[in-house]
């Protein structure tokens, strides 16, 4: 009896070692469990993420497993799904018994060639498809693209199926621009690319569940698409995924990854940098823009009207001003070579040597509008560098450098450079760097070559950025920093080609097209931008985003104002103080408010912070009561704004009157002392809008009267 159970276990063990199932998902019941999750999902209500604070991220992250969990959930279900189509793929060819079997070991020699995978040959209307993408592509990339007849182009051709081209017509659908707004259409075309495994179909997807835009909010997903995004090597996957491992949202903080990520960004954006620089992106945050009376770098029509008319009238520095602008582009104005030519010509032909260096930058670059072409560069720069210009002085060294029209000679290269950036020119700094720290022409010298790259990046420069990131990255001559290389990399990153979406929101923003400003915004947010981040944060605080209530506009600003108060964004901070304080999208919580605040005060001195710890230490509301203390805040934040001296010299007084006020409750005269009892709980408020008033009816009376007018009747 015993040798038949012990025969019938053994083949029970074999029976399971040979059995079909060689890849195990759950049971029945529990997938059932988890199809009843996922579809709750679906419709369950919009959650947010609060905002980071990355002066606790490690105490927070200790506890936080819910995101952690939901995360590795979705994987794994993913990763099934991907495993039980390998192995019916498996069975299907009749390898399964074969990957079973111990392999024989035969040499290399007697191994059999590869399988040929039969090349896919395209379509007729696949081809025509691709050539009409190719003809709309080439028009958005010249210097002023016609973008409406281009998507037109685009639209025609993700008619006849090409990816690509749906890509970009899905991202037009979502931004607005310049197609209409239509975010159930971008989701689905979105959808569509990402079931056939295309990057930008995954990043789409990822944004728009990260977002809660035409979805509810699920960073489990979003975080698994923007990964396969980034695995098919999608610029703004990689981004997102830099900025998340960068600043811990959603993931696990983690500095290599996030050097991983910035590094690929960056490296395709320094490849795409011309000698001239490309053009300039404009940077405008709203909240500072609103606060200023609207005095933003943008540049009013009737200004630039005035400097025409100067420039036609010979005025050579108006003539330089203009050629600079239309050169680089920005400030409202757009990139023009045409024009930019037109007014520098005029200034060379005055003797102007400024003018003559920008000539010989665009005729070395080249474009669709100018052809390039070294003999005129080379004329210009010459001439420039004889009045010893060091625009022209840095151009003569690139043209050496490089061998542009005229025999390669490191010499002459280092002496112009070095000539450039005595007279602190960024680019015959950054072009130092580059002989010192690859030995062309001088001896190698990483220790010079990471002197002029740091010259070179306080002007701005995108190369010296990514060359100190290369530096920082690897240890090449210093000591290896991966926060500083990711730092580097990250700024090298946001000033790819995408950054333009930055100006197209507020032009949208400036026109009342909120929707489509608050979209670009979200993405550019989502890849890190600060400036977007607070942005996005302003829009929502104005409930001027239609599409979504003011309680769920309130709990999506907290949490764009805390992604832009980690980067240091001082107002950020404040507003997040605000928030805490007034109880706005989150509950009322006076302790967290004055945290914010003293982080703005202690770490970015901002006046504003100084300014509410005074009155919450006057008050005692988060902290202990504190009269002396409330002074110190209120002095600090009159010596730090000049803007503060009136609200605190009110502030005092009242501090004062209080103090004296005090003095007296022990009197008989204590039960008429009691203002809250009197007057209720915000008298004090009352009290410094009468006297702001008193103020300014004083201010009013004493100004200067203009003279009587006497009338002489004859």
Known sequence: MCHKLLIFALVCLICCEFSDESLQGPTKSKRDEEEKSDDSDETSPLRVVPAPDLSKDRDRRKGDTNVNDEISDAVDLFMLDQAKVIQKMVQEIGLKNFMLEEPEELPLEDLPPPPELPAHEPTPEEIEAKTIYDTATAILNKTRPDKKHAYQLLAEAAKKGNPEAKALVAWAKLFGNPLEQDLETAKEIFRSLAEGGHPEGHTGLGFLYASGLSVNVSQAKALVHYTFGAIGGNTWAQMVLGYKYWSGITVAPSCEKALDFYRQVADKVSQGVSFGGGAAIQRIRLLDELENGYSSGILDNDLIEYYQLLAEKGDIQAQVGLGQLHYQGGRGVDLDYQKAMHYFT???????????????????????????????????????????????????????????????????????????????????????????????????????????????????????????????????????????????????????????????????????????????????????????????????????????????????????????????????????????????????????????YRLASEQQHNAQAMFNLGYMHEQGLGMAKDVHLAKRCYDLAAETSTDAKVPVALALFKLNLMFSLDSLKESHLSSLLDFNEMFGSNWDLYLITTLTAILAAIVYFRRPQAPAVIHIFL
């Open 346 to 596: 005029q200034a060379a032909n005055a003797g102007n040597a400024i003018a003559m260096a920008y000539l010989g930058k665009i005729y070395l670059d080249g474009s669709d509008e100018v052809k390039a072409d070294n003999d005129t560069a080379f004329k210009y720069f010459k001439k420039a560098s004889d009045l010893n210009n060091p625009v022209g002085l840095s151009g003569l060294g690139l043209m050496y450098l490089y061998g542009r029209g005229v025999e390669k000679d490191y010499t002459k290269a280092y002496k112009y450079f070095l000539a450039a950036a005595d007279q602190g020119w960024v680019d015959g700094q950054l072009q130092l760097g580059n002989m010192y720290f690859s030995g062309l022409g001088v001896r190698k010298d990483y220790k010079l070559a990471n002197k002029y790259f740091s010259l070179a990046s306080q002007s701005g420069h995108v190369l010296a950025y990514y060359n100190l990131g290369q530096m920082h990255a690897q240890g090449t001559g210093m000591l290896r920093s991966c926060p500083t290389a990711v730092e580097l990399f990250k700024n090298v990153a946001e000033r790819g080609r995408w950054g333009e979406i930055l100006m197209q929101a507020h032009s949208d923003y400036t026109e009342g097209r909120f929707n489509e400003a608050f979209v670009q915004y979200a993405l550019l947010a989502e890849l890190g931008y600060e400036v977007a981040q607070s942005n996005a944060a302003f829009l929502l605080d104005r409930n001027e985003v239609p599409m979504f209530t003011i309680q769920e506009s309130l709990a999506r600003a907290l949490l764009y104002w805390g992604r832009a108060a980690a980067q240091g964004y001082s107002a950020a901070q404040v507003k997040l103080g605000d928030y805490h304080y007034y109880g706005l999208g989150t509950p009322v919580d006076y302790e967290t408010a004055a945290s914010h």
